[in-house]
């Protein structure tokens, strides 16, 4: 009887703290996770103080407003330290539950979709994008002279690993401008982004060149039709939910707008810090959301992109949800660019590094001057500054969150940091 009503005991507090839990996943907010001791799992606790030294110099110097740095290695969360502001506006601090803005992080997201559709045999990634997309039947590339056809049909591959022949409207020349007139952006939903984008020529003929554009937002139409459902819901029910991703969505709920701060730049003539205006970069607001950009419209917290990464670094598992398979996240995150392509490289880095299956891949650690890297070490960033990368060599996962456009140099002292603590 005695351990029947100890038993009894037992049953209903751990029922009530799985209620507990359970009910910080309901109100949206992800527990925060335990931080183990740094030497337990091969990091210099005294070097990852550089780490926050750095960023609360950078605070310091008005280079930013806010941060939050989440590393892991060996599978333990090791560091976990937030920083600075998130509202410039009004000073509200960082918080680990803090909304960023991840912008191109968002890319990898989508492209574990695509795979999940690939896994269960829906498209081979060597087939025309035109047989699910038909907008995309007959293309056209820029010439010298105009318009010409296209010689090669987009593949699912081509648009993975940005060879598509799309670009991004960053420039007023060419394919660019033409972006630009089309106002791509300003359209309801990806259905119409879709046709519209293939109503424009493609800058290069698919699988000649490596170049950053919109393929990503058409992965995102892809997923789309052949899953018949929207990308919100089926990242929702497919990927976030069985991963616990409770705070990552591309449009910020009524009731966490209090934990989304604002976005900056450092203005051009008096660099000093300001606030940019949501919609300044190619449209995308997380308000009123129409669009779904696959490649850069989503929110998250560093501790969402954590599982994320996490599952990623797990071979496609994270604590016995498995999104992926094994194999299937060993190819993603291998250089997929051609040989001939290999001279060029990913952003002109001579083939050190290369392009995988929806993220940049270190091909030749060596031959990217400039940081300490490893070979086979795999990562993406988003334009406001947002960072991570996975290191299997020395099962490192590095993520820094910031809000503030162009932070490339501050984002290379980060990764060199981050190495130098490694022990």
């Known amino acids: 009887m005695t351990r029947s009503i100890l038993g009894l005991a037992v049953a209903v507090v751990v029922a009530m703290l799985l209620a507990g839990c359970e009910q910080d996943l309901l109100d949206g907010r992800a527990l925060v996770p335990e931080t183990a001791e740094p030497a337990a799992a091969g990091m210099a606790a005294d070097r990852l103080q550089r780490i926050d030294a750095f960023i609360e110099e950078q605070i310091e110097a008005g280079q930013i407003a806010g941060a939050q740095v989440m590393l892991a290695r060996n599978d333990l969360i090791v560091h976990n330290e937030v920083f600075g502001v998130r509202d410039w506006r009004d000073g509200t601090p960082v918080t680990h539950d803090t909304l960023w803005r991840i912008y191109s992080m968002t890319k990898p997201v989508t492209s574990v979709a695509v795979m999940m559709l690939h896994e269960q045999g829906h498209f081979g990634l060597d087939e025309p994008l035109a047989d699910y997309l038909p907008e995309f039947v007959d293309m056209k590339v820029l010439g010298d002279d105009g318009p010409v056809p296209a010689r090669k049909p987009i593949t699912i591959r081509h648009l993975l690993t940005h060879t598509a022949g799309f670009s991004y409207g960053f420039t007023r020349e060419g394919v660019d401008a033409l972006y630009r007139e089309a106002e791509l952006f300003a359209v309801d939903d990806l259905a119409a982004f ?223 940091l981050v190495n130098a603590a490694i022990e």
């Open 194 to 416: 879709s046709e519209r984008l293939a109503t424009l020529p493609l800058a290069f003929e698919p699988g000649s060149r490596w170049h950053y554009g919109f393929s990503t937002d058409v992965l995102g139409r892809l997923v789309e039709v052949v899953s018949g459902q929207g990308l919100d819901d089926f990242l929702a029910e497919r990927l976030f939910e069985p991963l616990g991703m409770v705070d990552t969505f591309f449009e910020v709920p009524a009731d966490k707008l209090d934990r989304f701060g604002t976005n900056h730049r450092l203005n051009p003539e008096t660099a000093e810090l300001e606030v940019v205006p949501d919609g300044a970069l190619a449209g995308i607001r997380w308000q009123e959301v129409g669009l779904l950009s696959g490649g850069g419209g989503l929110v998250s917290t560093a501790s969402d992109y954590m599982r994320f990464a996490r599952m990623l670094r797990g071979g496609g598992s994270l604590e016995g949800v498995r999104i992926l398979s094994p194999k299937t996240v060993d190819w993603m995150t291998r250089n997929h660019l051609p040989h001939d392509l290999a001279g060029a490289g990913v952003f002109g880095r001579s083939g050190a590094i290369g392009f995988g299956l929806g993220f940049a891949v270190i091909d030749d650690a060596a031959g990217w001057s400039g940081r300490v890297g490893a070979t086979g070490e795999y990562w993406w960033a988003g334009a406001a500054g947002t960072l991570f990368w996975i290191d299997p060599e020395y099962d490192v996962i590095a993520i820094l969150m910031i809000q503030r456009f162009q932070a490339e140099p501050l984002r290379e002292t980060f990764r060199t």
